[in-house]
Every structure is written in structure tokens, then in C-alpha cells.
């Protein structure tokens, strides 16, 4: 009798996605891992938008006013990836590399679960740091920040920071 549900033929594959995911997250040599919450509920459209101006204050603080003329690789990245939102409760994973020399401002920007910069844009918010190993070995963080993912996510649900950059 045949079976109506999906053949899944290469869950190794699947396995050999995520690892060369996470060796390749770890070459960006991530300086922080943030989970950022909204404690309400929000679409994703919302939520980017959230995050660009998270990203613009950041950058605005961390490298200059006039960030926008900074070349890319002076400026902060970062990658979200967002999950929770079938059963509204939507959040990101991200990992953050700081700009040379900011580390530890940063990190001052989140100072505690609540308040810092993530509460001036998303009062309800809430968020959970940690640090990352400049020397990579950072597996759990980056398979943390995957869990959700897989070949055949929606790209929609991982976001780069250099999208939120204005084209030139």
C-alpha cells in the first residue's frame, strides 16, 4: 500500500547541511550570540523592521553618525533567524560581530535581560546574551541559532544585517 507522506530520502544530507551551516557561521568569528524576544505579538514584517532600526542604532553608535558612508567591513553584522512564529511567539537568534574595537560597547548596549537599546525600540522586549569565542569552536551557539533551520526553510526566516544596508 503506498504511503501519502513525504518521502524523505536524504536525511543525511540534511545533517551534512546543518554542519557545513554551522562551520561556515563560525569562520565569521562572532563576537556575541543575542536572542531577542518581543513578548507580544508581531508578524515578521514588523519584526524586520524592528530590526533594521536595531541595526541602524547600533551601527549610529558604534561606528559613527555618519555610518552609512563606512565601508561594510567596519560596520556591525549580524544574522537572525527567527522562529516562534506559529505559535506566536516570534524571536530571533542572532550573532553578532562587532565592529574592530567594540566589542565591549557592544555589549554595553544590552546590559541586562531588559533595557539597553533593544527596550528603546521594543519596550515589551526582552533579550538573552552571550559571548562568543573570537577563536571560533562556538557550535552550540551557532547550532542553537539553526535549530529551526533546514534546507527547505523559508528564506525570509534568516536575515543578513548588510540587507537593512541602503543600496549605494
Known sequence: MASNLPIYTDTISQRRWK???MDWLDDFR???AITLVWNR???LDRAREDLKLLMREADQRLVSSRFNKVPSQY???ALFCFEGQR???VHVHSMWKA???K???LGKMFPR???GLWNEIVPSGSYDVEACSWHGGNAEITGYALKQQHRFSDPALMVWADEFHPAR
Open 75 to 77: 560596520r556591525t553584522k
Open 41 to 43: 505579538s508581531v508578524g
Open 19 to 21: 554542519a557545513a551551516m
Open 113 to 115: 535581560k531588559r533595557g
Open 99 to 101: 565592529p574592530p574595537g
Open 30 to 32: 562572532f563576537t556575541h
Open 87 to 89: 505559535h506566536d511567539h
Open 103 to 105: 566589542w565591549f560597547a
